[in-house]
C-alpha cells in the first residue's frame, strides 16, 4: 500500500475454510492450507496502477482453526475415532513420557490439560510461525482464528513456547502487516456441554483490548462471546464481550467463529445483526465460520460481514450463500480512523 495515502478504506475479509485432518498433519501442511487462502485474498485486493493495494486489508479465520494441530503427527492414526476426546486420549497414549514430564512440572489437574500443555510448544510455533509470515509475506492484518493454549512465559512476539500453567484457553493471535505478534484474545464464555468438556478454561475479561490500527480500532470475540446473555440458566457469570468491547470504543469486531447447526445452542447467524443497532462505536463486524467436519462437530453455519448504517439499522455486506463449504467473503468499507 502507498505510505503517502491516507488511510479513507478499509478491505474485510472473512475466510470460511473447510476443515481436512490432512492439512494438521504437519506443519508445511498447515502452512500450504492457509497461504493458499492468503493467495485468494490478494488476488481479490483493489491495487492502483503500480500493482500495489490500494488500501490495508483485514482478514479473519475461524475458531478453532489450530485446533487440530494438537494432534500433529498422529492424524493419520486417529481417523478412526468417533469424539475429539477420543483422538486425545490416543495421542495421550502416544505421547505418555512428555505428557509425564508436563504432570511433575506443572501438575495439571486433568488428562485434558496435560496434553493441551505437553503440545502447546509445536501448536503455537505453528500458529505463529504460519501467520506471521502470512501478514508480512502478503502486507495483511491478520486474526487468526484460534487454537487451544495456556498463557505463554516468553510473552507475545516470539515462536518460542514455555506454559506458564496448565491452564488452557480457546486463544486467538492478531498479527499486523509487519509479521508482529501484536494481541492475544482468550474466550471469555465458553460453549456449554463443548468447550468445558475439553477442559478449556475461561479467559477474563478485564484482559480483553483494543488494538490501534491505520483504519481505526480493532477488537476480537471468540464464537459464543458474540452473544449478548447466555443461553442456559447454568451461567451465572456470563460477560456479554461484544457490549464490553462497544465501551472500550472498538470500531471493528473480528469474530472467529465454529458453529454448527445440530448442537442444542445452535448459532444465529442475526445475534451480531440485532445487537449492531444497540452499540454507539462499533460500525463493522466480521464473522469467520469453520466448515467441514471435525470427528463428532460439523460445522454449517454462514460466515458474514455487517454494518452499522448511519440510521442505526444493521447492513449485511456479504454473507456466504454455501454454508458447510470453503468461501471467501470480501468487502470494501470506509475506514474509521480516530
Not at 484474545?185 to 477442559?199: C, M, S
Request: proline share 9%; net charge neutral.
Amino acid at each position: 500500500m502507498e505510505d503517502a495515502l491516507p488511510v479513507t478504506h478499509v478491505e474485510l475479509f472473512a475466510l470460511q475454510p473447510r476443515l481436512a485432518l490432512e492439512d494438521y498433519d504437519s506443519p508445511a501442511a498447515f502452512a500450504r492450507k492457509h497461504r493458499a487462502l492468503a493467495q485468494r485474498v490478494s488476488d481479490s485486493r483493489a491495487r492502483g496502477t503500480a500493482g500495489l493495494p490500494l488500501h490495508p486489508a483485514l482478514v479473519v479465520w475461524p475458531e478453532w482453526v489450530g485446533a487440530p494441530l494438537g494432534m500433529m503427527g498422529h492424524v493419520s492414526q486417529r481417523r478412526s475415532h468417533s469424539t475429539i476426546r477420543g483422538a486425545m486420549r490416543s495421542v495421550a497414549l502416544s505421547e505418555w513420557w512428555p505428557l509425564w514430564s508436563t504432570w511433575r512440572d506443572l501438575h495439571p489437574p486433568t488428562r485434558e490439560e496435560g496434553l493441551h500443555a505437553t503440545r502447546a510448544a509445536r501448536v503455537h510455533r505453528v500458529m505463529h510461525e504460519t501467520f506471521a509470515s502470512i501478514a508480512r509475506d502478503f502486507g495483511l492484518w491478520v486474526v487468526a482464528g484460534s487454537a487451544w493454549l495456556p498463557s505463554n512465559r516468553r510473552g507475545l512476539d516470539t515462536p518460542d513456547f514455555t506454559p506458564h500453567g496448565a491452564r488452557t484457553f480457546n486463544a486467538s493471535y492478531t498479527f499486523a502487516p509487519g509479521g508482529h505478534h501484536v494481541a492475544t484474545t482468550r474466550k471469555v464464555n465458553l460453549v456449554p456441554t463443548r468447550e468445558d468438556t475439553l477442559r478449556l478454561s475461561p479467559g477474563r475479561p478485564e484482559d480483553l483490548s483494543v488494538v490501534s490500527t491505520p483504519f481505526g480500532r480493532l477488537a476480537t470475540l471468540l464464537g459464543y462471546d458474540a452473544f449478548p446473555g447466555p443461553l442456559t440458566s447454568r451461567e451465572p457469570y456470563f460477560v456479554p464481550c461484544a457490549r464490553y468491547y462497544d465501551a472500550l470504543r472498538a470500531d471493528i469486531l473480528a469474530h472467529p467463529s465454529s458453529a454448527r447447526d445440530a448442537h442444542p445452542m445452535a448459532w444465529r447467524d442475526d445475534v451480531l445483526s440485532a445487537e449492531l443497532p444497540t452499540f454507539r462505536n462499533i460500525r463493522y463486524a466480521v464473522t469467520a465460520q469453520l466448515a467441514g467436519a471435525l470427528f463428532e462437530h460439523t460445522f454449517e453455519a454462514p460466515s458474514c460481514i455487517l454494518e452499522r448504517a448511519e440510521d442505526g439499522s444493521t447492513r449485511v455486506l456479504a454473507r456466504s450463500a454455501h454454508p458447510g463449504d470453503e468461501d471467501l467473503l470480501h468487502a470494501t468499507v470506509p475506514a474509521c480512523p480516530r
